[in-house]
């Protein structure tokens, strides 16, 4: 939804490209690759782009996506023509080609050194510092990307995977940072912004089972750990099996990981703000907090942005989807939020044999 009012202009440039009509650029903390389209001046003969074209896309100064120019389409009518372009981070590379390595194991490496022993096209790998115990044992399946195999492996460690606006792949734990003042009804969050619940996808309990390669114990045969999701009323069981050596912290972080991360994906706060910064001049970012006031909406705490997206046209405007702090691994926020946002609370999984 396009509002009738907005923030002010940015000055978006993109790097090799004409000027800019209009453009749209998504940013996630569950996505591995930002991407964005714009519509652009055509004049001239021929194109001045082609796919595969390095490029970044920059705000009023400040860097929001490196990549390549995806897609590129013209057409003209009898008065005009259009050219209109879609992005992608360079992190597109990590997640479409197959990983290169030689051997197809890695042994006795934690997450971030294998991402950085995988990432054969030269992406790069950042951390929020966090900590990992090592894995015994990391295998490459047939044909699998970068990415894949990584997002596999931190399932059991509790981390997100997403891409930066340099065009790196990061590995973080919990949020990055507070955002600069709050967001109210009617003062800069605008109409249409609204809100969806479901319960596709959350279940009551939920068990993970693996098996480890050596020993013949009931823990090494058939460890199980098991959660349950308070915000789940009834009876609702989900075994899923561990991917790798059946450590059992990480087993238990698997299933802690899979209970919060199905109730932030059960709730989208949607809102529509005024401009693409916050009130420190910091453009808005995923897996950053923020405070928000909409009683029609039944948010008074801080939340956690999941995505953003960024657009620019006539007016400027974003788009913020939000959950509980707890969904995307941060803390209570204990404010007033209505509890049908709530991600599960601090819990524990409890190790029993299958």
């Excluded at 008065?79 to 990983?99: G, M, N, Q, Y």
Aim: glycine fraction near 12%.
């Amino acid at each position: 939804m396009r509002p009738s009012s907005s923030g002010p202009l940015e000055k978006v440039s993109v790097d090799g490209l004409p000027p800019l009509k209009s453009i749209e650029i998504n940013v996630s903390a569950e996505e591995a690759s930002r991407t964005a389209s714009g519509d652009f001046v055509l004049v001239g003969r021929g194109l001045p782009v082609v796919p595969g074209l390095p490029t970044t896309i920059r705000a009023s100064g400040d860097l929001l996506l490196t990549g390549f120019v995806r897609d590129v389409n013209s057409s003209y009518g009898e008065v005009d023509r259009s050219l209109s372009c879609s992005f992608v981070s360079k992190t597109i590379d990590l997640i479409e080609a197959s990983a290169v390595h030689d051997g197809g194991e890695i042994l006795n490496k934690d997450l971030v050194a294998i991402a950085k022993e995988l990432d054969s096209y030269g992406v790069g790998i950042e951390t929020d510092g966090a900590a990992f115990s090592p894995e015994p044992r990391h295998k490459l399946q047939l044909g699998e990307s970068a990415f894949s195999s990584i997002e596999r492996r931190a399932r059991g460690r509790g981390a997100l995977i997403y891409d930066t606006a340099k065009g790196r792949l990061k590995i973080a734990t919990k949020p990055e940072g507070v955002h600069a003042g709050t967001l109210k009804r009617g003062v800069n969050i605008l109409p249409g912004s609204s809100a969806s619940l479901t319960e596709a996808g959350r279940y009551s309990e939920i068990r993970v089972r693996g098996q480890q390669s050596a020993g013949v114990e009931k823990q090494q045969l058939r460890p199980q750990t098991k959660v349950t999701d308070s915000g789940v009323t009834r009876k609702r069981v989900l075994i899923l099996p561990y991917e790798g050596e059946a450590i059992v912290d990480a087993m238990r972080q698997r299933a802690i990981w899979q209970a919060r991360r199905a109730a932030g994906n059960s709730v989208t706060a949607s809102l529509l703000v005024t401009g693409w910064r916050d009130d420190g001049g910091k453009l808005w970012s995923p897996n950053w907090l923020i405070q928000v006031e909409d009683d029609w909406l039944g948010i008074e705490g801080q939340m956690i942005i999941k995505s953003v997206v960024f657009s620019q046209g006539e007016r400027t405007w974003a788009t913020l989807s939000l959950a509980d702090p707890r969904a995307l691994g941060g803390e209570n926020p204990r404010g007033k939020t209505s509890a049908g946002y709530a991600a599960p609370g601090i819990i524990e999984a409890e190790y029993e044999d299958e």
